[in-house]
């Protein structure tokens, strides 16, 4: 499956930004989606998931409360609201995807096959 990321840009501390990621596949329905991203000199970390069905999501410690995942299936996207944005959330925002209906309790990179080129969040103090 392609993706496609788009929404990122420059918001001041205690904005908000919502992220966009646009999928190829017909079946997108068949997968479990997921949000991680790259802080500049750090490893990719994960964000957010959520099931085929979104009837299920999962978020890291640092987002939940602030970030929001979500889904439409039929238009083949997935979301991330981010609210109450802070300088430390500066990083490449990626959305990617499972060939599962669900995920691991703790989703990591791996369990992801299908990735997307990544928008760019700048949070300025």
């Known amino acids: 499956v392609q993706l496609q990321a788009s929404g990122g840009g420059l918001v001041q501390a205690g904005g908000s930004l919502t992220l966009s990621c646009a999928a190829s596949?017909?079946?997108?329905?068949?997968?479990?989606m997921g949000w991680f991203r790259q802080p500049p000199g750090k490893e990719r970390e994960f964000l957010a998931a959520?099931?085929?069905?979104?009837?299920?999501?999962n978020y890291a410690h640092s987002v939940e409360g602030r970030f929001a995942i979500s889904r439409d299936n039929g238009k083949n996207t997935v979301h991330l609201q981010m609210n109450s944005l802070k300088p430390e959330d500066t990083a490449v925002y990626y959305c990617?995807?499972?060939?599962?209906?669900?995920?691991?309790?703790?989703?990591?990179?791996?369990?992801?096959?299908?990735w997307g080129q990544g928008t760019l969040v700048t949070v300025s103090s």
């Open positions: 959520i099931t085929w069905s979104g009837g299920s999501t």
């Open positions: 596949e017909r079946r997108f329905s068949y997968f479990a």
């Open positions: 990617a995807a499972r060939r599962s209906l669900g995920f691991p309790e703790r989703p990591t990179s791996e369990d992801f096959g299908s």
